[in-house]
């Protein structure tokens, strides 16, 4: 059985307690009779010590005022022959003295008790040790003073009582235990057996089943499990059919370029002047180009995944991580003749991965380059709005309309007529909401004043 077994656990803590509860109840009962027959036992003393002063008293009177002599007198309790009456085991441990106070005579005793006083104590109990032996001892006096009795009793009576009291308290419970056990170890079984159905089912799917779980018998311990494994295998549901989905859409999207790859090489080969040669020579370097940015996309979108999460973030302020972005981009721009612009009063900082925040901001400021005809331009600002600092990111491009616009994230959309104005890979925005969900970020598109498109990330200021 595992160590951590729930089924070992229960077992041994179920049993333990139990053994516990029985011992406490055990050690609690031995006290409970050795003091009920502490009680019942001193009451059998003071009936007896009063019993003899009744009997006694009168005749040891009358035999005092006639002169007689009985000083030392004893009473036979155990049996002098072998024949006689031997009476109960228990008759040697009890024993009485009579006393004439005023001289402190003894009078009478039992053949058990010695001729020196039981007690010192001359009224009440006492405890004291006779030969080796613990006693307890009553003193009593009559109503005239002058005889004292002392009756003894040898604790061995009350502890072997107490013993055997006790003793057949718990022999019951230590035979039962054994029974418990095995009572108590089917309860668990049966009360586990829940997940072990539960286990089998999930151990026997096949790799590709991730229909819900039945909840219909599953009790109320197991259902949070049980609602869990259901959720759990929701998203992987949805992330699976994603990455289905992605791959065939990455594989139709890589097979145009690659087509046309294909297709200018082979002019190429077949040119038959210089000019032809070079020219399809230039449309393989473009399409490569345009490949190389696709693969490079969607190994971006393949790394940058909200169900995974952020490990690390950190305060970042957003200005200088956007304007290096901008500075590397620029060369582009250029080739392009389009201006950019960055608001140098920018400020604010947002708590963020700086790999994943530099991927957010070069895929908006290039898609707008890409999207901005010859001679546009493409403006970034960055401000502070309640507890959100707001990027914004305009572009004096074509835009989207109203009607597209929630299209638009979808991966490998463009808008019909600007597959050929701008060489993108549809991934830009897709990549750049990824990562706006993994920072708690909000993505909104308008229109710019120039006239083209203005996308606004909002994300949660971080304070100072």
């Given at each position: 059985?595992?160590?951590?077994?729930?089924?070992?656990?229960?077992?041994?803590?179920?049993?333990?307690?139990?053994?516990?509860?029985w011992?406490?109840?055990?050690?609690?009962?031995?006290?409970?009779?050795?003091?009920?027959?502490?009680?019942?036992?001193?009451?059998q003393?003071?009936?007896?010590?009063?019993?003899?002063?009744?009997?006694?008293?009168?005749?040891?009177?009358?035999?005092?005022?006639?002169?007689?002599?009985?000083?030392?007198?004893?009473?036979?309790?155990?049996?002098?022959?072998?024949?006689?009456?031997?009476?109960?085991?228990?008759?040697?441990?009890?024993?009485?003295?009579?006393?004439?106070?005023?001289?402190?005579?003894?009078?009478?005793?039992?053949?058990?008790?010695?001729?020196?006083?039981?007690?010192?104590?001359?009224y009440?109990?006492?405890?004291h040790?006779?030969?080796?032996?613990?006693w307890?001892?009553?003193?009593l006096?009559?109503?005239?003073?002058?005889?004292?009795?002392?009756?003894?009793?040898?604790?061995?009576?009350?502890?072997?009582?107490?013993s055997?009291?006790a003793?057949?308290i718990?022999?019951?419970?230590?035979?039962?235990?054994?029974?418990?056990?095995?009572?108590?170890?089917?309860?668990?079984?049966?009360?586990?057996?829940?997940?072990?159905?539960?286990?089998?089912?999930?151990?026997?799917?096949?790799?590709?089943?991730?229909?819900?779980?039945?909840?219909?018998?599953?009790?109320e311990?197991?259902?949070?499990?049980?609602?869990?494994?259901?959720?759990l295998?929701?998203?992987?549901g949805?992330?699976?059919?994603?990455?289905?989905?992605?791959?065939?859409?990455?594989?139709?999207e890589?097979?145009?370029?690659?087509?046309?790859?294909?297709?200018?090489?082979?002019?190429?080969?077949?040119?038959?002047?210089?000019e032809?040669?070079?020219r399809?020579?230039?449309?393989?370097?473009?399409?490569?180009?345009?490949?190389?940015?696709?693969?490079?996309?969607?190994?971006?979108?393949?790394?940058?995944?909200?169900?995974?999460?952020?490990?690390q973030?950190?305060?970042?302020?957003?200005?200088?991580?956007?304007?290096?972005?901008?500075?590397?981009?620029?060369?582009?721009?250029?080739?392009?003749?389009?201006?950019?612009e960055?608001?140098?009063?920018?400020?604010?900082?947002?708590?963020?991965?700086?790999?994943?925040?530099?991927?957010?901001?070069?895929?908006?400021?290039?898609?707008?380059?890409?999207?901005?005809?010859?001679?546009?331009?493409?403006?970034?600002?960055?401000?502070?709005?309640?507890?959100?600092?707001?990027?914004?990111?305009?572009?004096?491009?074509?835009g989207?309309?109203?009607?597209?616009?929630?299209?638009?994230?979808?991966?490998?959309?463009?808008?019909?007529?600007?597959?050929?104005?701008?060489?993108?890979?549809?991934?830009?925005?897709?990549?750049?909401?990824?990562?706006?969900?993994?920072?708690?970020?909000?993505?909104?598109?308008?229109?710019?004043?120039?006239?083209?498109?203005?996308v606004?990330?909002?994300?949660?200021?971080?304070?100072?």
């Open positions: 059985m595992n160590r951590n077994s729930i089924r070992r656990r229960l077992l041994v803590g179920l049993i333990s307690t139990t053994a516990v509860v011992l406490a109840t055990a050690i609690s009962s031995y006290r409970d009779s050795q003091h009920e027959v502490g009680e019942l036992f001193d009451a003393m003071a009936q007896a010590a009063r019993t003899l002063l009744a009997l006694s008293g009168h005749e040891l009177e009358e035999l005092l005022e006639d002169g007689g002599d009985i000083t030392g007198r004893h009473v036979h309790f155990l049996p002098e022959h072998p024949d006689q009456f031997k009476g109960d085991e228990y008759e040697h441990k009890l024993a009485f003295q009579i006393w004439l106070r005023d001289k402190m005579k003894l009078m009478l005793r039992s053949d058990t008790a010695p001729e020196n006083p039981l007690s010192e104590t001359h009440g109990y006492s405890d040790e006779i030969n080796g032996e613990r307890r001892i009553l003193s006096v009559d109503y005239e003073n002058r005889f004292m009795v002392q009756v003894g009793e040898n604790y061995t009576i009350r502890q072997e009582l107490s055997d009291i003793l057949r718990i022999t019951p419970m230590l035979l039962a235990l054994p029974f418990m056990a095995l009572f108590i170890w089917y309860i668990i079984g049966r009360s586990l057996s829940p997940l072990t159905r539960l286990t089998t089912e999930v151990g026997s799917r096949a790799a590709g089943r991730l229909d819900p779980v039945s909840e219909d018998d599953s009790p311990e197991t259902r949070p499990l049980v609602e869990a494994l259901n959720s295998f929701r998203r992987l949805y992330a699976f059919e994603n990455e289905r989905r992605f791959t065939a859409d990455a594989a139709h890589l097979r145009t370029p690659l087509a046309a790859l294909k297709t200018q090489a082979q002019v190429a080969a077949r040119a038959s002047d210089d032809s040669r070079n399809a020579i230039e449309q393989v370097v473009t399409g490569v180009d345009r490949a190389s940015h696709l693969v490079q996309q969607l190994l971006t979108l393949a790394r940058v995944d909200p169900e995974i999460g952020l490990k973030k950190q305060a970042i302020r957003l200005c200088p991580l956007l304007g290096d972005v901008m500075a590397h981009l620029a060369t582009h721009a250029i080739d392009k003749n389009v201006e950019l960055l608001n140098e009063e920018c400020s604010g900082k947002v708590l963020a991965s700086p790999d994943h925040l530099r991927i957010l901001l070069r895929n908006l400021v290039d898609n707008a380059i890409r999207y901005t005809p010859p001679g546009g331009l493409v403006s970034a600002l960055v401000e502070i709005e309640r507890d959100e600092l707001v990027l914004r990111v305009r572009d004096s491009g074509p989207i309309p109203r009607e597209e616009r929630e299209r638009i994230f979808e991966r490998f959309f463009r808008l019909p007529g600007t597959q050929q104005q701008a060489q993108g890979s549809g991934l830009g925005l897709s990549i750049v909401q990824r990562i706006a969900e993994l920072h708690d970020a909000h993505v909104e598109l308008d229109e710019a004043p120039q006239g083209g498109l203005e606004r990330v909002r994300f949660p200021l971080q304070r100072d």
